[in-house]
């Protein structure tokens, strides 16, 4: 299936927190989006496999994405390995996207640190004809995505630009409850995290609204950009 715009997380729920508006703003725009989780997130203090996958499956149906798929890397072990780079590079070439969106490279989770090497090289050595891989038993073309971006998690950065997600952040909000597991329950006996506490995705929100105001917009998520943006005039900037 050939798409537009992929995008890779290192655990479920990892692209909702992210990315998710700007994922439901290009479906609504009608661009062709699929999202790929690394891991299971199977160390996650909270839900476990089998519920998490379903919570997956749920908030990929509400952003109304092509397709979602998990690549069963080991949790708190995405090491930048052949077999493992193989497998992002699979991904890729039988996808076909324009665009990759993947991890910043400064995180407070080493899975997302890792998460963003692991990406890059595959973004680059997808491109490579004499590095082969087969996917449904034959062999697969080569394709480099035309441009990689990169979303923030837990640490900020100086975005390269801002997407207006205004129109879309209710989606965001209800992908994000999909993944009831992983955040505030007062009835839960699970372990207390960072996710779960009673104001975690209060915050999530308010840096939204942070970057939406510096767009004028109410809503916004950022991403750094490592090559310069071409535009054609000044007016394509908003």
């Known amino acids: 299936m050939n798409i537009d715009v992929l995008a890779i997380g290192a655990h479920p729920d990892d692209i909702e927190l992210s990315c998710a508006g700007t994922v439901a703003t290009l479906v609504r725009q009608g661009y062709s989006v699929g999202i790929v989780d690394l891991t299971e997130g199977e160390l996650g203090t909270r839900g476990s496999r089998a519920l998490r996958r379903k919570e997956a499956d749920a908030a990929a149906e509400i952003l109304g994405v092509q397709f ?7 949790d708190g072990n995405i090491e930048v390995n052949t ?5 992002v590079i699979q991904s890729i070439r039988a996808h076909t996207p324009s665009v990759l969106l993947f991890p910043h490279w400064l995180e407070r989770h080493p899975d997302h640190e890792h998460a963003n090497r692991l990406c890059r090289e595959a973004w680059f050595y997808a491109g490579l004809e004499k590095i082969k ?4 038993g034959k062999q697969q073309e080569p394709h480099r995505p035309g441009k990689c971006y990169h ?3 837990k640490f900020e950065f100086v975005p390269s630009f801002i997407v207006d997600v205004s129109e879309v952040y209710d989606l965001k909000k209800k992908a994000l409850a999909a993944f009831a597991s992983q955040f505030h329950n007062p009835k839960s ?3 207390e995290t960072l996710l779960s506490s009673a104001v975690f995705l209060d915050h999530v929100y308010a840096r939204d ?5 510096l767009i004028n917009k109410t809503y916004g998520e950022p991403y750094f950009a490592v090559e310069p943006i071409c ?3 000044f007016f394509d900037i908003k």
């Open 83 to 87: 077999t493992n780079m193989k497998k």
């Open 209 to 213: 609204m942070h970057f939406g105001s």
């Open 133 to 136: 891989t087969i996917r449904n």
């Open 231 to 233: 535009v054609n005039t």
């Open 189 to 191: 006996s699970e372990r």
């Open 151 to 153: 979303f923030m998690q």
């Open 68 to 74: 979602r798929t998990n690549l069963r890397l080991p």
